[in-house]
Each structure stands twice: as structure tokens, then as C-alpha cells.
């Protein structure tokens, strides 16, 4: 298998997960069961919903055009298509060429539009009830809904003020906790810590930096006492990401005897409530009435507050904008946490790379010791420095999105439109499908040369003037067009704010004495997961060097 299908294989890997496991007859059955389900229950709605064999269309071309050979001429001879369009029905394209969607994409949402992937996903996966008057009403506030999300987490002075707000030097100085009788923070709960000395703890890397940016990402959009107040939030979180989302996107129904679907989905249900505690919270809190728990809503960002006034505007229930805010709250952290693991993954086990990145930094973190002899702290920290003047930090975690992410858009035809890609023209239908899996080009050896290599510098050029930028290029991590991701410039930020924070405070090697290894990777929800935790032993950083 070369590099491009290797990677395009991760997406089948739902799939091939799914059929590997001891009950996989009786899931296929239960998807069969869910697709018929919904076919049904299209007819007597007027709902508009991805069809649920799309995500598996997709990943089966991926893995078959990238293939070539063999692979590539079965999906030439059963598409319907040509050039750069596949896709075997006609309901559903699915275009491979970078140079053609840009364009394409950038058409207006009125013709080609990310809603109702969205409601699908916010009804399907996030699990709001898919009632028509709810369609209505999530057509008529969809905007004014990620307007609100845009101010804070796309508008870059916005982002930068959040991540200086939320005391990421403060924390990272606590990343782990080293005595038998202090109580474990919460981003700690999961990483099954192992005390070695007063100095030394063995965790797990991936479970303690997802809960770690989870709980840095969390109280700007909710709010402190909202993490506070919900005790298995992460848990909740990730039982429900890694359970029960890559089944229920593909049409498997909640009710399927699947037991970390069950759990996921409970899990799911715990969210919804503690979401509609918080809305109803919020709700006294801006009416000027006594607030429930005489919770502290200070700190509860302005995106909630507005996104509450757009649901009122648009009659939600109390209820439903707990289930309709699972889609946020999960889009919040469901990528940008796993990522922030693999980030720092690779700074520390690419050799020479952690040095060259803390000599970037070192401008923008600053350290002093109070007294002689003290540890050193961080006294000063620029998040707008590090994401404006450290090319190397930047180009490194463009590098990991490309080994990592793996981004598709998918867009609905409101209207006919006309494609021009791949040397051909075509006619797509109003009502039909199209999609983009960008993860393809992302192991594309003519774009990238040794593909499968780490290459921290890969995405450094040189701007007019002769300065080291790292730029995006053809990497389309956030997606594209209209439908772009609406918290792009915050979780890059978030990502280079902390990965510079403990890149400067910690050391850390592999707990087995062994090598850096990278784990290998499984499909997630937008970002691979590791098919195995890394146990590594971390000490504030050695200044004796
Ligand atoms: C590393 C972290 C992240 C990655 C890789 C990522 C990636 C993506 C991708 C690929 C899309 C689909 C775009 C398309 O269809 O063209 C998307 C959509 C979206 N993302 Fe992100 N995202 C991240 C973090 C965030 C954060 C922090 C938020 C903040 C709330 C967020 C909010 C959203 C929303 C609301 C959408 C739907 C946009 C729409 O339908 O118009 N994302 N994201």
C-alpha cells in the first residue's frame, strides 16, 4: 500500500473497524436497518439529510482512487462520472482536484450550502430531535448562530485576548501534579499517573493533553463554573467522540446493543442536560433573576450569551438549545485537543526539533525565578508574537495536521450548478451531493516529497522581504468555502499557546527507556487517534544544560 492510499485508508478504517469485529454481521445489518430507517422517514418529512452511505462512499473512493492501479479503474468504471468526479450515484460527487474547488466552493451558501450536513450532523450525531418546526427553526438562526461563534474563535485579536484570558502559563506550570497527597486536577483524572519521585510522573500524553486543552478551551465558551459544576464533562466528552460519533454518523441507530455506543450515548444525554442547565442559567443571568446554584456567570463568553438571544429570537425550547449547543461544544474541542497530542508528539520525538523550537519561543515565553535557585516561571507570554514570529513552532503544527487531520467538506446543491474541474465541465443537479476529502492530497508525493516523513520545516517559504513564514499552501485543514471551519484561528492559536508553554516549562521521555515512537494511527472524528496512549515520564524542564 503506497503513502496516498495509506492515508485514505484511515477513512475506510471506520468501516473496516467496524467489519473486523466479532459482531460485525450484525452491525451491518443494524447500518443496513438505519439506512432503510431513513430513507423512510425522508418521505414523510420535509427534512433534508446526507444520505447516511455517503461517509462510506467516500472512504471507499478515497482508498480506491488513491490506490491507482487496479483500485483506481474499478472506481473509473463504476463511477458516473469523469475527470476529476466520482461517486456511483447520482445523488452524490465526490471531487479530487485541488485546483478546482477553491473556486467551486467559494460559490455562496444561497447555492452550495454546509446546512444541511449540519442539521444532519446536529440531529443525527449530536442528537437534537428532528422535528420539521426545529428544521425551521435551525434553517432561520444558522447564521446568527455562527456569527456569534466567528467573533470569538475566527476573529484573531478576539481569539488572541481568549487565549491570554485563560492563564495557559498559570496551568502549564500545574500540568502534573508530583505529591501522593495533593488532588489531581482535573485534566489529570484520566492519565493514569504514576508517581516515580517528587520530581517525576509517568502519564499517558494523549489523555492528559486532550483533557489539558479541553479544560484551557472549555471555560472561554461556557464559562469556569460550568467545568467546575459538571463533574464527568470530559468523560462525557470523549465517551461520546470515541464511542458513539463514528457510528452514529454512519447511520447506526442509538438504540443499537453496541456497548460504547450505549455508553457514548448515554453520555450524549448527561451533555444535552448539563448544556440546558447551563442555557437556563444563562437565561436568569441575562433576565437579571437569581441564577440557579447562585452559579458565577461572569466569565461566561459572549458567544453563549448571543447564541442565547439568537434561540429565544428563533423560539428554542430551553431543551433544545442544550442539544442544538452539543454541535459547539463538541466542535470546540473534538479536534483540536487530539491534535494538540499529536503536535506535541512530534516536537519532543523528532530529534533536534524541541531545541530549535525552544530557542524560537524563548522571545515570546519568557522565564524568571523569584528567589536564586528557584524554578523558573513564566513571567511574560505572547501568543499574538508566537503565531506572528516563530515560523518553525507554526510550520511544525501545519506538518501535523497534514500526518493527522483528516479534513472533508460536504456540501448540499440548493441550485444547479456548473463545475469546471479536471479538464472537464459538469452539470451538478440542485438536490444532489458534493463532496471534497481533502486528507487525499495531503499524501499526494508530488505535493509533499517522502509524505509519510514528519518534516517540521515543510511549510516554511520566504516571503517578498526575504522572512521565514510558515504558510498553509494547498493544506486545507479548516476545509474551504463558505462552510469554513468557524474556529480555525482560535484552535491554531490554542495549539501554539500551549505547545509553546510546555515546550518551555517540561521535559518529558518515553517511559519504557525505549526510543521516541510515534503510535500508529486509527480514523477519529476529523483527527486520527493513537492506537495506543504514550506513556511518557514528565519533569519540569532541566536547567542545568
Ligand atoms: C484543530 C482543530 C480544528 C479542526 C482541524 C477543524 C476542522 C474543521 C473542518 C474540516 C470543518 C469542515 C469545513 C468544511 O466543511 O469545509 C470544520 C467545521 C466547523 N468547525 Fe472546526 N476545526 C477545528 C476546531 C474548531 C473550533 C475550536 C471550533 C470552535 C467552536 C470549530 C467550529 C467549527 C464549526 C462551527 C464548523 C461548521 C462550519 C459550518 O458549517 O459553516 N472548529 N472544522
Not at 418529512?45 to 471507499?60: F, G, R
Not at 478546482?100 to 444561497?110: I, K, N, T, V
Not at 499526494?444 to 498553509?472: C, H, N, Q, V, W
Amino acid at each position: 500500500m503506497n503513502a496516498t492510499t495509506e492515508a485514505a485508508a484511515t477513512q475506510l478504517g471506520l468501516v473496516a473497524r467496524a467489519s473486523s469485529h466479532p459482531y460485525a454481521t450484525a452491525l451491518l445489518v443494524l447500518i443496513a436497518s438505519a439506512l432503510l430507517l431513513n430513507a423512510v422517514s425522508r418521505k414523510a418529512s420535509k427534512q433534508v439529510n446526507l444520505p447516511a452511505w455517503v461517509p462510506i462512499e467516500i472512504a471507499l473512493t478515497s482508498v480506491l482512487v488513491a490506490s491507482g492501479g487496479l483500485g483506481l479503474r474499478l472506481c473509473s468504471m463504476l463511477r458516473r462520472r469523469t475527470g476529476a468526479l466520482f461517486g456511483v450515484t447520482s445523488k452524490h460527487s465526490i471531487l479530487l482536484d485541488i485546483k478546482g474547488q477553491d473556486r467551486f466552493f467559494a460559490a455562496p451558501s444561497s447555492s452550495l450550502s454546509g446546512h444541511m450536513r449540519d442539521w444532519t450532523m446536529t440531529t443525527r450525531v449530536f442528537g437534537m430531535d428532528a422535528t420539521d418546526e426545529l428544521f425551521d427553526k435551525a434553517n432561520a438562526s444558522s447564521k446568527g448562530l455562527y456569527v456569534a461563534v466567528e467573533r470569538l474563535f475566527v476573529n484573531d485579536a478576539a481569539s488572541t485576548a481568549a487565549i491570554l484570558r485563560a492563564d495557559v502559563p498559570g496551568k502549564i506550570a500545574r500540568l502534573a501534579t508530583f505529591s501522593p497527597d495533593a488532588k489531581l486536577q482535573k485534566w489529570e483524572l484520566s492519565a493514569q499517573r504514576r508517581i516515580i519521585d517528587d520530581k517525576a510522573v509517568e502519564v499517558s500524553l494523549a489523555k492528559l493533553l486532550r483533557d489539558f486543552g479541553a479544560c484551557i478551551a472549555i471555560p472561554l465558551l461556557y464559562g469556569q463554573d460550568f467545568v467546575d459544576r459538571y463533574e464527568t464533562i470530559l468523560s462525557d466528552l470523549w465517551s461520546f467522540d470515541n464511542d458513539a460519533f463514528p457510528l452514529l454518523i454512519i447511520g447506526v441507530p442509538k438504540w443499537a446493543p453496541i456497548k460504547g455506543l450505549r455508553e457514548g450515548v448515554a453520555a450524549r444525554s448527561r451533555m444535552h442536560k448539563e448544556l440546558e442547565g447551563l442555557y437556563r442559567r444563562i437565561t436568569q443571568y441575562q433576565n437579571g433573576e437569581p441564577v440557579d446554584f447562585d452559579a458565577d456567570m461572569s466569565d461566561v463568553s459572549a458567544v453563549a450569551l448571543e447564541r442565547n438571544k439568537v434561540y429565544i429570537e428563533h423560539g428554542y425550547s430551553v431543551h433544545h438549545r442544550g442539544q442544538s449547543d452539543l454541535g459547539i461544544f463538541w466542535a470546540q474541542n473534538g479536534n483540536t485537543q487530539p491534535l494538540l497530542f499529536w503536535f506535541i508528539g512530534y516536537v519532543y520525538s523528532t530529534p533536534g526539533l524541541l531545541d530549535s523550537i525552544r530557542k524560537e519561543v524563548a522571545p515570546y515565553v519568557q522565564l524568571a525565578a523569584a528567589n536564586p535557585g528557584d524554578e523558573p516561571e513564566i513571567t511574560s507570554y505572547d501568543p499574538a508574537g508566537l503565531s506572528r514570529d516563530c515560523p518553525l513552532l507554526k510550520s511544525a503544527l501545519f506538518e501535523t495536521f497534514r500526518l493527522t487531520s483528516e479534513p472533508t467538506s460536504i456540501r448540499y446543491l440548493n441550485r444547479p450548478l456548473t463545475l469546471h474541474a479536471g479538464g472537464h465541465t459538469h452539470d451538478l443537479k440542485a438536490g444532489t451531493w458534493l463532496s471534497a476529502p481533502h486528507a487525499v492530497a495531503q499524501y499526494d508525493p508530488e505535493l509533499y516529497p517522502d509524505p509519510t516523513k514528519f518534516d517540521p520545516a515543510r511549510f516554511i517559504e520566504e516571503d517578498e522581504s526575504g522572512r521565514r513564514i510558515a504558510r498553509y499552501g494547498k493544506l486545507k485543514p479548516w476545509g474551504l468555502g463558505t462552510g469554513i471551519c468557524k474556529g480555525r484561528t482560535f484552535a491554531e492559536k490554542e495549539i501554539l499557546a500551549i505547545g509553546a508553554a510546555i515546550v518551555t516549562l517540561w521535559d518529558m521521555e518515553p517511559a519504557d527507556g525505549a526510543a521516541w515512537k510515534m503510535p500508529g494511527t486509527i480514523p477519529g472524528t476529523g483527527v486520527k487517534k493513537p492506537t495506543e496512549d504514550m506513556r511518557v515520564i514528565l519533569r519540569k524542564r532541566s536547567w542545568a544544560a
